[in-house]
């Protein structure tokens, strides 16, 4: 299912660009330059996201980026439902997650999206986003790989948006977590070959 559509494509579009802009900005980058850490890029992974900045060791770079990833995707969705409605909402949620991946910002070369695709969708519905996130936590804690835990956390975002009450939304986040493993697509291949890292380890 998808959302009643309410408003035009110039505004749909409109939403869009505003969500990718806003999704494009690279907070861990940010963040590894605020604490002194480098260039987050030439660090472990090479990812901008929050599991590779924890891998130098500053949780609380790693901690804002976490929360600034997410918040984005999250604002990018209160913002457009506010000032337009659920269809506009969902079309920049989408976007923040693209600019998350590919932000303009540094080339189109960005982050794998776990914190925003979750920020993204507590701001959607956050009965179904409580559920990803503690999902995300009980695979972390069994299994201590950040990817494996982001993989069955976006596997199973679908069907909880869909059993908990928002049917409408299943649609984007099937999409959505698709994107989530085509991003993990080393991770996967790391993970059959049993080489992925654990959380917490540097390199």
Known sequence: MIPELTNGPGL???AGL???LLGSVPFGLVMARVFGLG???AIGSGNIGATNVLRTGNKLAAALTLVLDAGKGGAAVLI???LLGEDAAQVAGFAAFLGHCFPIYLKFKGGKGVATFLGTLLALFWPAGLAACLTWLIAAGLF???SLSALIAAALAPIWIAVLGMPEAALMTALLAVLV???HRPNIERLLRGEEPR???KT
């Open 12 to 14: 749909l579009a409109l």
């Open 39 to 41: 260039d987050i890029r």
């Open 80 to 82: 457009a439902r506010a």
């Open 144 to 146: 201590r790989i950040s």
């Open 181 to 183: 493993f085509i991003r």
């Open 18 to 20: 505003a969500g990718y």
């Open 199 to 201: 959380i917490g380890r």
